[in-house]
């Protein structure tokens, strides 16, 4: 059976020739033209990026690897006696495009668990930092600390050819990744559970491993693998794949590029977002004594935070323009385990009512929850009610698709980004106002 590797390397032939043809005889096609609004906006809109790992269409969600997330699910290998697959064979799916069969899958698993243990050393550099760090510092920290395991750094300096570095990059990539759940799972017993670290159980899956050195009871595995699953990529725009991706495209290794998005990650209009659904949620319960809101309290809550020139985090989208997908997974998940926990019912309601208080409200373009607005639930309900620990979970999942985006970056060698900025002096002249 050939390795994830071989399939891969075939894959990387039959794609290049296509990148070659397209830059030779197609390089001068029109993509897309920029408007003034759309470069003080933040390149909204404007098609400048590539990638196949995944595709996010406005009124359908994301798409990996052209399957929809119940496609997804549904078509990869599970782990035995679970109800979500396998995060190996998803990697496998991510990075080649083709569904791994159970043995494919297997050897993936069984890679990882020969990859998984962590140095030492970066155990150390989490213990010597403040305790109160937030855990998304940490997890930057440690990840770059890790930088000095690079394979691509060594082999890069040792004199490279470009089209090879697509293979130091896999091997960096599945290391990190590989070894992400540890130092995850440190991180939280490091500073909530008082330094008692669970030690990795080598006979088990990612998502079972997770749960494991977590020390949380089943389904919590499933969940870690529907999470990581769920957050892995959101096409390349976004915050915390652009900036991994940029990074990396300075021929940067995958510890500094990955360090880099966890960064990216931690804004709370992107990653973080999910701290702050739950610190909201629970404003308003502390406000309320612990008691459920009614509809008519929930809505004045809303346009208490709007009127003060805050935004409802869990809410809007950059791109979407309906209830995220992965919204809707997770609350599929929530109405099976969890129908009656008062979070639940409170995210419920919120999506109730919401919604409508944000097109009155008008701002908005997209009035719909986002992923953020339920995956705080979930963890809240498993016993992970440090809030500020959620985003490191969302860096887990976002790994496996930042990662395949940056060894197919390398594949098919995308060169240094380096997009052109002008003075606002330049753009009045262009308005033809100065
Ligand atoms: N609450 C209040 N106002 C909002 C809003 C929200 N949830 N979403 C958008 N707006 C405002 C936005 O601030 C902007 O106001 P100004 O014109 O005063 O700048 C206006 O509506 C137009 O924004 P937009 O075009 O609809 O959205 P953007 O593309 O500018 O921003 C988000 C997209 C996600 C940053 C924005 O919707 C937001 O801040 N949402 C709350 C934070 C959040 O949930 N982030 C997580 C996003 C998630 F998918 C992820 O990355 N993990």
């Not at 976002?398 to 997009?419: H, K, M, Q, S, T």
């Amino acid at each position: 059976m050939p390795r994830l590797k071989d399939v891969l390397f075939k894959k990387i032939e039959e794609q290049r020739p296509r990148v070659t043809r397209l830059l030779k005889e197609f390089g001068r096609v029109e993509l897309d033209r920029v408007s003034i609004a759309q470069a003080i906006g933040g390149v909204r809109g404007v098609k400048c990026l590539v990638s196949d790992i995944s595709y996010l269409d406005p009124e359908e969600g994301v798409r990996f690897r052209g399957k929809t997330i119940a496609e997804t699910f549904a078509a990869l290998p599970r782990v035995p006696g679970s109800e979500y697959p396998f995060v190996e064979g998803f990697w496998y799916f991510l990075l080649t495009g083709e569904v791994p069969t159970m043995d494919q899958t297997l050897q993936v698993v069984k890679d990882f668990q020969a990859r998984r243990p962590v140095p030492g050393y970066v155990f150390e550099a989490l213990r010597a930092m403040p305790r109160d760090l937030h855990p998304m510092a940490m997890l930057s920290a440690a990840v770059v600390v890790m930088q000095r395991e690079s394979l691509f750094s060594r082999r890069y300096n040792e004199g490279m050819s470009k089209g090879d570095l697509w293979d130091p990059m896999y091997e960096d990539s599945c290391n990190l990744l590989a070894r992400l759940p540890a130092i995850a799972a440190f991180i939280y017993r490091l500073k909530y559970k008082g330094d008692t670290p669970i030690p990795s159980d080598p006979e088990l899956d990612l998502g079972g491993d997770f749960a494991h050195m977590m020390g949380i009871a089943p389904p919590y595995d499933d969940v870690a693998r529907m999470y990581f699953i769920l957050h892995s990529d959101h096409e390349s725009g976004n915050v915390s794949t652009h900036t991994t991706r940029l990074v990396a495209s300075a021929l940067a290794d995958a510890y500094y590029s990955f360090s880099a998005g966890v960064n990216g990650l931690s804004g709370p209009l992107h990653g973080l977002a999910n701290q702050e659904v739950l610190r909201w949620i629970q404003g308003k319960m502390e406000k309320l004594d612990g008691r459920i809101p009614t509809e008519e309290e929930l809505a004045a809550y809303l346009w208490e935070t709007l009127n003060s020139g805050q935004v409802i985090p869990g809410y809007g989208h950059a791109v979407l323009r309906r209830t995220d997908p992965r919204f809707e997974a997770q609350m599929e998940f929530c109405e099976k385990y969890l129908p009656d926990d008062k979070l639940y019912r409170l995210v419920k309601m919120l999506y109730k009512v919401a919604p409508n208080v944000l097109r009155e409200h008008g701002k908005a373009r997209n009035p719909w929850p986002n992923v953020d607005a339920q995956s705080g639930v979930i963890q809240w309900h498993y016993g992970i009610t440090q809030y500020e620990y959620y985003t490191v979970l969302f860096a887990v999942g976002r790994a496996i698709g930042v990662l395949a985006n940056i060894i197919w970056d390398r594949a098919l060698g995308y060169p240094l980004e380096r997009p052109k900025s002008v003075t606002l002096d330049m753009m009045e002249d262009v308005a033809g106002i100065r």
